[in-house]
């Protein structure tokens, strides 16, 4: 069974709305990464999300734009606001589950097309 | 903060030539190199990793080189074949970064029959 579980897997969205994506882990952590793709280009890292904290974001992201939710350890929300053509990405999940030494794992991703 | 450059993007081969791809890291703490393939309409899969406490890793035919004191890591591809065509991804980070990943650029390899 998968180690993460991210839906939805693909969504067709109207400009200017806003989605959620949401992550499940089959297991607890203390970090997960929300990671966009853009059509032709490399993953770039959102965010960090914390449970009990807010998500650290790097630069060129807001939370205005991407706010993230970490309830618990084992689940994590990503939403896409107001959205526009550009946003249509690739937006994966990720948790590191080594306890000595990395073991990174990988959502299926979420295909979102904006229109 | 970690940087990853990837060089070349593009690499065209012959099905039976070698390919490879290298890319080099700012941080030296930084100690885990995943590489990841990418097929079309797919999420990138791990196809090999290596660790700061060794200088290569093999398997089949693929293998990675790492030389820490000029801060770069290599993908090798023998006797390549059409289904290696994909976007290969380098990434770093270190243990203490939690599974945060910094990426390369892609390297999009054709291998032609």
């Known amino acids: 069974s998968a180690v993460i579980s991210q839906k939805p897997s693909r969504d067709i969205c109207q400009r200017g709305t806003s989605l959620t994506i949401q992550c499940q882990v089959d297991?607890?952590?203390?970090?997960m990464f929300w990671y966009r793709q853009q059509p032709g280009q490399s993953l770039t890292l959102i965010a960090t999300a914390n449970q009990g904290s807010e998500a650290t974001y790097e630069s060129g992201f807001v939370i205005d734009k991407f706010p993230i939710s970490r309830p618990n350890l084992t689940f994590s929300t990503l939403t896409v606001s107001n959205m526009s053509p550009e946003d249509s990405s690739i937006y994966l999940c990720s948790v590191d589950r080594g306890l000595a030494g990395n073991t990174i794992y990988f959502g299926e991703g979420s295909w979102l097309t904006v229109v | 903060g970690e940087n990853v450059e990837q060089h070349p993007s593009t690499l065209s081969v012959q099905e039976g030539d070698s390919a490879v791809i290298k890319c080099t890291y700012s941080d030296s703490a930084s100690n885990y190199f995943p590489w990841y393939k990418q097929e079309l309409g797919k999420r990138p899969q791990l196809i090999i990793d290596?660790?700061?406490?060794?200088g290569e890793k093999k398997d089949q035919r693929i293998a990675v080189t790492l030389n820490k004191t000029a801060k770069h890591f290599s993908l090798h591809i023998t006797e390549t074949q059409p289904e290696d065509s994909a976007v290969y991804f380098c990434?770093?980070?270190?243990?203490?970064?939690?599974?945060?990943?910094?990426f390369g650029q892609g390297t999009e390899l054709s291998v032609k029959p």
């Open positions: 990434a770093a980070t270190g243990y203490n970064q939690g599974g945060k990943l910094i």
């Open positions: 290596i660790r700061s406490n060794v």
């Open positions: 297991s607890q952590v203390t970090m």
